[in-house]
């Protein structure tokens, strides 16, 4: 009976904790869901080994149970955690599954809503199963390391630069404005501040001012340190924002970080590289031998038919800010 309630023995952790911290009782915890397809088993049903912590009604806490919750909770709380705080640990514990008991009767274990909340939690558990299997690599080498710093040097220097860019959502739009400022780079601003959705640097002509290696999502980052003449205009960029039009202020060149000082870095990027570059092939197999077909036409159909957004969208997130 009582591990039907496991689910949500961290939010009850949560409450006690809590309870400890203001010295008040805490909040009676959310029942939680019965997993689908189990039947409601009797109290004491499962054979239950340890000391009896608790009883109430049918059911008893077992200390073996108790041993298991605890052991969830972070070792620093446990350890903080006086008679009182445990005393309500075991209360919150015993009241999810009696609230649990009272959902049963009232019909509330088969709802079809809880079923399909359920249903949804299994899926999205075991997708996160497979996909940290994906990042089981064997770990980058020193000789890696450094053969990347040697090949990259330019990446890890304290080198800025001062820009101003246009974001736009239109790909062909970008490239008529793209193709517009190679011919008057003198216009930048006055087009940005006509054109860009980044509103925040729309206001000050697309300025975005100095920044270094790191500030900006890789795509743009690349184009923009490739710029090397005062008032050069990048080709058009896509990244996950939009579409983007560079263009380079100033250039302040700088040296190249010791390698000690970025090797841990390089490690975390080339680990990142991998593990995307496997997840992606993994996925391509997935699609490929699953032969997926997609009806573009339908897909357009449904997109159509789905009510506008009310007044009031997020507003575009600017691309400055790291990433």
Do not use: W
């Not at 605890?70 to 070792?75: D, I, N, S």
């Not at 299997?133 to 710093?149: F, G, I, M, R, S």
């Amino acid at each position: 009976m009582l591990a039907r309630i496991s689910l949500c023995l961290g939010l009850i952790a949560g409450f006690v904790l809590g309870g400890c911290d203001r010295g008040g009782p805490p909040p009676a915890p959310p029942a939680a869901p019965q997993a689908q397809g189990a039947p409601a088993a009797p109290p004491g049903a499962a054979k239950k080994t340890g000391e009896v912590v608790a009883r109430y009604g049918d059911g008893q806490l077992t200390s073996d149970e108790l041993i298991v919750e605890l052991q969830r909770l972070p070792a620093r709380s446990r350890a903080t955690m006086d008679a009182d705080a445990r005393k309500r640990f075991i209360e919150n514990y015993v009241l999810n599954d009696l609230l649990y008991q009272e959902g049963v009767k009232q019909g509330l274990a088969d709802d079809p809503d809880i079923e399909r909340q359920v249903s949804d939690l299994r899926r999205r558990l075991v997708v996160q199963r497979v996909v940290k299997k994906l990042q089981d690599l064997p770990p980058v080498t020193d000789e890696q390391v450094k053969a990347y710093y040697d090949a990259n040097g330019d990446k890890y220097s304290s080198t800025t630069i001062k820009a101003r860019h246009i974001l736009v959502k239109d790909e062909a739009k970008a490239r008529e404005l793209q193709a517009q400022l190679k011919q008057a780079p003198d216009q930048f601003a006055d087009v940005a501040k006509a054109n860009s959705v980044d509103t925040a640097s729309a206001r000050k002509g697309g300025d975005l001012g100095f920044f270094g290696r790191g500030r900006m999502v890789p795509e743009f980052e690349v184009a923009a340190f490739a710029l090397k003449t005062p008032s050069e205009v990048s080709e058009v960029v896509k990244t996950p924002y939009g579409f983007h039009i560079i263009q380079l202020e100033e250039r302040r060149d700088g040296e190249q970080k010791p390698f000690d000082q970025v090797k841990e870095q390089i490690r975390a990027t080339l680990r990142n590289e991998e593990m995307q570059a496997k997840t992606k092939e993994y996925y391509d197999q997935l699609k490929q031998s699953a032969n997926l077909q997609i009806d573009d036409a339908a897909a357009e159909r449904v997109a159509a038919s789905i009510p506008e957004p009310s007044p009031g969208a997020a507003p575009v997130m600017p691309v400055h800010g790291g990433h």
